[in-house]
């Protein structure tokens, strides 16, 4: 388990000593803070057979064995295709026929699911059967981001156990000792403090960051068209790119309001400088809340173009009351 999960491990070891353990968890936190590295390191320590009081597995035993090489038979996986955008009443129908058989190696058995807020309503209402009445010995784990979600009945049959962002401090260590160099403050802030997306993030970041800067000077002086512009953030980087710009907005408003002692640095040239300066804070949290809705919109939207398009309409007419394009 992750450093930051410390807490969340402990209240489940106060279960198992109390003889307390529930029979279904719902694991809940933003995204990037480890949510299934936390529900993998669970069920490999539950069906280890070498650990002590600490719910952690021993990495010795048979189990643990099995555990990490992903063979172990009673440790289950419900995941989205890679084809499709959610889980199906068909696969939770066959983890809840496996949940039912008896262990293979006569311990617990433990079933997966992630991300549960993507099973359909049908799919989620099979999985009530199973909570209902569940077979003893077993642990059902769902992992979500987005926990509302899911059924109220699901979630209400639950024990929601939440992996919350770890304070920025411990987040910086833990990715400075995974990088190679250390990592400028505005990567975790890229990541909303997520350590592992801003991981992900990393080896890409300085080269986002400049591509965005220049972009948005551009489009902001008048030297290139918002089509334009929409059209070069289109691909499989749109959302992160969208989240710069979120996080390039958030970085103007606390700067605005709290003045230039704040430690914030913003990217870009006198373009985007002069605009951090000079754009009406109201204005700015508008094209925030925009954004946000653009992004929502977004997911399953096959018009993703023309709302980048509007969005940035609306991003050079603030800028541009203040003369930014002249």
Known sequence: MLPWQAGARELLESAVAGDRFPHALLLHGPAGVGKDQFAAALA???VCRGR???LEACGRCAECALSQAGSHPDLHWLRRPEDRRSISVDQVREIN??????????????????PAHAMT??????????????AAGTL??????????LLPTLRSRCQRIEIARPPA?????????????PPPARLLDLARGAPLRALELAPHFEDLDAGMSELLEACLAGQRDVTA???????????????????????????????????????????????????????????VDRLREVKRLLDGSAAAQLLVEAWLVGLAGAFRRIGVDG
């Not at 309503?121 to 569940?134: I, M, R, S, V």
């Not at 059902?140 to 979600?149: E, F, G, T």
């Open 140 to 149: 059902l784990v769902l992992v979500s981001s987005r926990p509302s979600s």
């Open 44 to 46: 490999a320590a539950l």
């Open 229 to 287: 512009t929409a059209q070069d953030m289109m691909g499989e980087g749109l959302p992160v790119r969208l989240d710069w710009l979120e996080n390039w907005l958030a970085d103007i408003a606390r700067l605005r309001l709290l003045g230039c002692g704040t430690p914030v640095t913003l990217p870009g040239g006198a373009v985007l400088q002069s605009a951090a300066a000079e754009v009406n804070i109201t204005a700015v949290f508008a094209l």
């Open 169 to 181: 401090a411990l987040a910086q260590d833990w990715l400075a000792a995974r990088l190679a160099t």
């Open 97 to 114: 026929e496996r949940l039912a058989m008896t262990s293979m190696r006569r311990g617990w058995r433990v079933a997966i699911v992630t």
């Open 52 to 54: 002590g009081a600490r």
């Open 121 to 134: 309503h049908n799919a989620q209402n099979a999985l009530l059967k199973t909570l209902e009445e569940p």
